[in-house]
């Protein structure tokens, strides 16, 4: 899976009418708006959608799929690094009132997330460094990578200033455990987790 960037608009189309047009045009496609840039990324393969698939488990075994959060896959940020960016998590931890934030084009004010993660693809630059500085800077209190091709779980924490001030990296083998900040204890096997992304071959 590759992702395509498009700096500029055609004519003299806002971004993100731009990036409206280009779904419209490739359904299934993820489109962005990172630092006033567009993102196109295909459609997931297997890998991307197992480790997704396994990731939600724990988060629903801690409770945090109802009461005061929800957990959702594909929900809109809204962005505070330009004035039409937003991002599309994999998954998100959620407060349980997201429907009251609202902003424009199905995206939400970050204040209503407790935590983003992202499953890499062929364009895990992005999710390594453009998303980084980009939930950090909209104070996003976690933000956790899947990192399929290193074999590694990051945990981001504490955004100020953005950037994050703690950037932990665990191994296969390591359990992983995310802030109670986000609702709950929530722990992850960092091994189960990034063998279920590894791509099947023949």
């Known amino acids: 899976m590759s992702a395509a960037s498009v700096?500029?608009?055609?004519?003299?189309?806002?971004?993100?009418?731009?990036?409206?047009?280009i779904v419209d045009r490739l359904p299934g496609y993820r489109v962005e708006i990172i630092g006033g840039t567009i993102v196109v990324t295909p459609p997931p393969n297997v890998g991307h959608a197992?480790?997704?698939?396994?990731?939600?488990?724990?988060?629903?075994?801690?409770?945090?799929?109802?009461?005061?959060?929800?957990?959702l896959e594909g929900v809109g940020v809204w962005l505070p690094n330009g004035a039409e960016?937003?991002?599309?998590?994999?998954?998100?931890?959620?407060?349980?009132?997201?429907?009251?934030?609202?902003?424009?084009n199905n995206c939400y004010d970050p204040i209503a997330f407790r935590l983003v993660l992202e499953v890499t693809s062929s364009n895990y630059e992005n999710?390594?460094?453009?998303?980084v500085?980009?939930?950090?800077?909209?104070?996003?209190?976690?933000?956790?990578?899947?990192?399929?091709?290193?074999?590694?779980?990051?945990?981001?924490?504490?955004?100020t200033g953005g950037e994050y001030q703690t950037h932990r990296i665990h191994a296969p083998g390591e359990t992983v455990t995310l802030p109670k900040s986000i609702g709950a204890e929530v722990t992850l096997d960092?091994?189960?987790?990034?063998?279920a992304g590894q791509t099947k071959v023949s």
Do not use: C, M, W
Request: hydrophobic share 40%; glycine share 6%.
């Open 133 to 159: 500085g980009a939930y950090a800077q909209a104070k996003i209190p976690v933000y956790v990578i899947i990192n399929r091709q290193h074999q590694r779980v990051h945990v981001l924490t504490e955004p």
């Open 190 to 195: 960092a091994d189960l987790i990034l063998k």
């Open 85 to 104: 960016d937003y991002a599309i998590p994999d998954l998100a931890v959620v407060d349980a009132d997201i429907d009251d934030h609202l902003i424009e």
């Open 50 to 71: 197992r480790a997704l698939s396994r990731l939600r488990t724990p988060f629903i075994a801690a409770g945090l799929a109802g009461g005061e959060t929800e957990v």
């Open 127 to 131: 999710d390594l460094r453009g998303k």
């Open 7 to 21: 700096e500029r608009p055609h004519g003299n189309r806002p971004l993100i009418a731009e990036a409206n047009r």
